[in-house]
Nanobody
Framework: QVQLRESGGGLVQPGGSLRLSCVASGNIYSRFAMGWYRQAPGAERELVAMTFTGGVKRYGDSVEGRFTISRDKGGDTVDLRMNSLLPEDTAVYYC???????????WGQGTQVTVSA
């Protein structure tokens, strides 16, 4: 089993910044990708950002240029730096890990991000 522990999030004014962090632990033996999804009330869960082996990164269209994902050298911690936050960024943000060998998904419990004046 793999556990994902999220930290960060909270309330911020429009135009502000926040950082989310996620640490993976447990039975991680093979290559894996990590990143973040989010889900706003009444909406489907959507990709925010992902990081893959080799330094490849992928961003959702609505956050491209404002959010930056990074992964530590050990590979089990991923940070999401969110700048120029908008009210529409308000959502529960979920850390996500996929084992590339078994195609098994793992999700964190989620952390609330609220952008409001």
């Amino acid at each position: 089993q793999v556990q994902l522990r999220e930290s960060g999030g909270g309330l911020v004014q429009p135009g502000g910044s926040l950082r989310l962090s996620c640490v993976a632990s447990g039975n991680i033996y093979s290559r894996f990708a990590m990143g973040w999804y989010r889900q706003a009330p009444g909406a489907e869960r959507e990709l925010v950002a992902m990081t893959f082996t080799g330094g490849v990164k992928r961003y959702g269209d609505s956050v491209e240029g404002r959010f930056t994902i990074s992964r530590d050298k050990g590979g089990d911690t991923v940070d999401l730096r969110m700048n120029s936050l908008l009210p529409e960024d308000t959502a529960v943000y979920y850390c996500y890990l996929v084992d590339l060998a078994t195609r098994t998904d793992y999700w964190g419990q989620g952390t609330q991000v609220t952008v409001s004046a």
